[in-house]
């Protein structure tokens, strides 16, 4: 049998991390049950990830690339609008308020393994937020906003919500009108 191109096994083995993830939780995930699950060996993984905090970050930059993708496709749909930022991070986030990911609640507790890891976190808020803050005259508004969108995400994250996954929407609903109502830099709203 052929070798899989490097990139075919990257993303193997991400899944198979993945798999082990959700399956048996985040404190279970080692670079053997991920060899193990993508039918490699160990070294096939330590080829790609030579240590778990790689296999860990790369699980993350696939998430953060995924999450990008999608809100960089809302953002199309927006374009033109006043806060077509918020208005996308609404609208990714919206599709996961049914009830808790557990891809992102299984790379949360692995990061909580390792703080220092969010620096890439920080780095991609810090980016999205110069991105929301140019779009409007009222950045404290849009922060507010964008406080309201992550705390209903988190929320649902850890299947803490309050309310049933109908309601969550209805919360979504009301962020869209308080995006609505925030002035865009030409000074008016929507």
């Not at 390792?114 to 937020?129: D, I, Q, S, Y």
């Not at 406080?147 to 309310?163: R, S």
Request: net charge negative; with cysteine.
């Amino acid at each position: 049998m052929a070798p899989l191109p490097e990139r075919n096994a990257r993303s193997r083995i991400l899944d198979a991390a993945e798999a082990v993830a959700l399956r048996e939780g985040a404190r279970h995930l080692t670079l053997d049950a991920a060899a193990r699950e993508a039918g490699l060996s160990k070294g096939g993984v330590l080829y790609h990830f030579p240590s778990k905090q790689a296999l860990l970050d790369g699980m993350l930059q696939r998430f953060i690339d995924m999450v990008r993708a999608e809100i960089d496709g809302h953002l199309d749909r927006f374009r033109g609008q006043a806060n077509p930022t918020l208005r996308a991070l609404n609208a990714t986030r919206r599709a996961r308020l049914q009830g808790p990911d557990q891809l992102r609640i299984a790379l949360t507790a692995a990061h909580a393994e390792h703080p220092t890891e969010n620096a890439k976190l920080r780095e991609v808020f810090a980016r999205e937020w110069e991105t929301v803050a140019a779009e409007t005259t009222d950045p404290a508004g849009a922060l507010t906003i964008w406080c309201a969108i992550e705390g209903l995400q988190f929320f649902t994250l850890f299947d803490i919500c309050p309310v049933p996954p109908a309601e969550r929407l209805v919360i979504a609903d009301r962020i869209d009108a308080l995006i609505d109502a925030l002035p865009g830099v030409d000074g008016g709203s929507a």
